[in-house]
């Protein structure tokens, strides 16, 4: 797996807009609609620079940080590319800027730790602007204002709650590190309304809602949006809405006021031009309108006591290094394994907190695409300290599916106190034959014993014109590490299949380890049998040779 690259483009103006979602009992065939609130920016001295956006303007990108598992905002599809409103904002808010955007997938409950180590520039998840995170990190202007839901089954005796006291005799689910989760510790529990063990933490929504269907719980408590959307995937329906208002915003580090002005700017922009209630019409109306069978009485409204976080003796921070085993070229040439047979997948990670990783902290596997995507895998225990800055293999034993699918499975790793920080990585394999469009076609190595390459191509003859990868995995023999910083890989002869001649190696790989070099190719637009030849140099050394053929046919 490897961060999601979006080339996009952008422009910039002033005034702000907050939409504030009303809170009216929704039938069956009357759809929502956000009511837009028009309020003029304040003028204010240009901004001194920050070094957020410095560092956003020397690497001519923006990194964010999100959480591809919270319908409609962000999630993967089938076809295993990353939707909703989250996406297509910030896609459009980078090009208006006129800068690339990187999208990385992190567990929800670090995204401020992301920010405050600077491994992220901006968090967008749907994020709820709270006192306490308002102490962590600085806020856009609000996008969306998404009310509280309960949501139960609908064979449920409960059909009806208005009061949030309602909730202290049944089992609620919530997503661990939400402000629902709060809401629940705060005014049930801490109140004495509820006991500690009627609230269940989950670490994905999506588990709460397996949970709920299977009747482990009463009731899972979420936001509006997304409780709608699981309504009309499942069996439930929305029993209460209102309570709390949640007004999400895009996040980013405290004192970056050229970041937070740029940013500003363009919200402004797309909240008074229409684009943001655009967006909201196509990513979460579709997925509201009709959802709801009968009307809802209009609940008691509540105010969450604020909290104030308190300051953190260390901060964790986890970043994905490489694939070292049954990489998949970011999703699109997810590996064959037979069914039913036993693989290992590792991961090469880094961490990038201030706190020291020791045994006690796992990686456990998060989600995923289907419920065999776990694999048979089980958490793992970090098997020994991992200092800041230090990077670790971290591999599980896993038993492909028996049925012929593509599988993604997310894992994360959790800290002593069980909480998820860091970017989430993937095992990715297909078990079956057809889905597979890119295969390993050969193992070569080389004259003098440097390397090892396994030659990943398309199998089967291409059509002209159509573009693809081919994926070099390198193990290193040579008796000496391939920095990243004095070695590329560069096209050498043959035909030329790609616009870029050269590239710079994007990870060091040590003497006795493997590294994966990808590159996007092109097929020609004549038929017929086509090799091109790549080597790794170092100046004027060649390190390792890297070859490729494929067959282009005509349409």
């Not at 957020?52 to 959480?67: C, E, Y």
């Not at 006192?131 to 309960?150: H, L, W």
């Not at 003859?461 to 590490?481: R, Y």
């Amino acid at each position: 797996m490897k961060p999601l690259s979006l080339k996009v483009f952008p422009m910039l103006v002033i005034i702000s807009m907050f939409l504030a979602s009303c809170n009216v009992p929704t039938g069956e065939s009357l759809p929502y609609t956000p009511t837009p609130i028009i309020a003029v920016s304040a003028t204010s001295a240009v901004p001194a620079s920050d070094d957020v956006w410095d560092r956003i303007m020397l690497n001519k990108k923006i990194v964010v940080g999100m959480s591809w598992d919270y319908p409609p905002f962000s999630s993967v599809d089938p076809a295993f590319q990353v939707v909703g409103l989250d996406i297509a904002l910030i896609e459009e808010v980078g090009r208006r800027l006129q800068i690339p955007i990187e999208i990385q997938n992190y567990a929800f409950e670090g995204l401020p730790g992301a920010l405050q180590l600077n491994q992220i520039d901006l968090a967008v998840a749907a994020m709820a602007i709270t006192p306490e995170r308002m102490s962590q990190m600085s806020f856009s202007p609000i996008y969306y204002v998404n009310q509280t839901a309960i949501l139960a089954n609908n064979d449920s005796a409960i059909t009806s709650i208005t009061d949030f006291n309602q909730l202290a005799g049944l089992r609620v689910g919530v997503r661990r590190g939400t402000t629902y989760e709060k809401m629940v510790q705060n005014l049930l529990i801490d109140t004495g309304l509820m006991s500690q063990d009627k609230l269940l933490s989950y670490m994905q929504t999506d588990e709460s809602v397996r949970d709920l269907i299977a009747n482990r719980v009463d009731v899972v408590l979420l936001g509006e949006a997304t409780a709608n959307y699981y309504g009309s995937q499942q069996n439930l329906r929305v029993v209460g809405t209102g309570f709390h208002e949640q007004d999400l915003a895009i996040a980013m580090r405290l004192d970056t006021p050229q970041l937070k002005a740029e940013i500003d700017r363009v919200m402004d922009e797309m909240l008074t031009d229409g684009t943001v209630l655009g967006l909201i019409q196509q990513y979460i109306q579709s997925d509201v309108s009709g959802a709801l069978s009968t009307p809802i009485p209009a609940a008691t409204l509540i105010f969450p006591l604020p909290v104030v976080a308190a300051p953190l003796a260390c901060v964790d921070g986890m970043k994905f290094v490489a694939d070292v085993t049954y990489g998949d070229s970011n999703m699109k040439s997810p590996p064959f394994v037979k069914p039913g047979e036993a693989f290992v997948k590792t991961w090469r990670v880094q961490n990038t907190g201030t706190c020291t990783w020791t045994p006690n902290y796992r990686l456990v596997y998060a989600y995923g695409n289907v419920t065999a995507a776990q694999m048979g895998g089980l958490p793992l225990n970090i098997p020994a300290n991992v200092t800041p800055g230090q990077t670790i293999d971290l591999s599980i034993p896993l038993t492909a599916p028996t049925d012929p699918l593509t599988y993604q499975g997310f894992w994360q790793v959790q800290n002593e106190k069980g909480s998820l920080f860091g970017q989430a990585i993937w095992v990715a394999i297909s078990t079956s034959t057809v889905a597979v469009q890119n295969t390993a076609v050969a193992t070569v190595q080389s004259s003098d014993g440097s390397c090892l390459v396994i030659t990943t191509a398309p199998k089967n003859s291409i059509t002209v014109n159509s573009s693809f990868d081919t994926i070099w995995t390198v193990q290193n023999k040579s008796g000496e590490d391939w920095s990243s910083d004095s070695v590329d890989y560069k096209f050498v002869s043959g035909t030329k299949l790609q616009k870029t001649d050269v590239y710079d190696l994007a990870q060091t790989i040590k003497n006795g380890e493997s590294g994966t070099i990808t590159v996007h190719m092109l097929a020609s637009d004549n038929p017929g049998v086509y090799s091109t030849t790549w080597a790794l140099v170092a100046d004027s050394r060649t390190l390792c040779t890297l070859t490729m053929s494929v067959t282009v046919k005509a349409k």
